[in-house]
């Protein structure tokens, strides 16, 4: 078993292999869906139960087939949160690039603006009320 993730659009990495007996499997399949998660949850590998069902819905048929050489299951991990709504940005509602333009432009006066205060020590010797010798 392979856990693959889209660490950038486009830009897939593999984050984890486990290997298993599929002997090991196939039959904890038959006895059902807790028996199977009993066999693929490791300490490197502890998926959740809803995965899990996930896993043994579509691993089912790939066991009782002798020719099927492998089996791909597609999650979504935020199937994991069912009402919460995927984040997307929309282009329409904000303009990055005006932003960061903004936030990056100073101005000759607001540069002055900030240097005209005195950033000089206003302490003298005698007070010792800044620093404790």
């Given at each position: ?21 599929l ?72 303009e ?38």
């Amino acid at each position: 078993m392979t856990e693959l993730s889209e660490v950038d659009p486009g830009v897939v990495q593999p984050l984890i292999k486990e290997a298993y007996e599929l002997e090991t499997v196939a039959e904890a399949s038959k006895e059902g869906i807790d028996a199977f998660i009993a066999a693929i949850r490791r300490r490197s590998f502890f998926p959740t139960r809803d995965l899990c069902e996930k896993l043994f819905d579509h691993t089912v048929a790939f066991f009782t087939d002798p020719d099927a050489d492998k089996v791909v299951v597609e999650y979504n991990d935020t199937e994991a949160f069912p009402g919460e709504e995927e984040f997307q940005l929309d282009e329409d509602d904000v303009e990055l690039d005006a932003l960061l333009e903004e936030d990056g432009d100073t101005k000759e006066d607001e540069m002055k603006e900030i240097d005209s205060d005195d950033d000089r020590p206003t302490f003298t010797p005698e007070d010792t009320s800044e620093h404790e010798n």
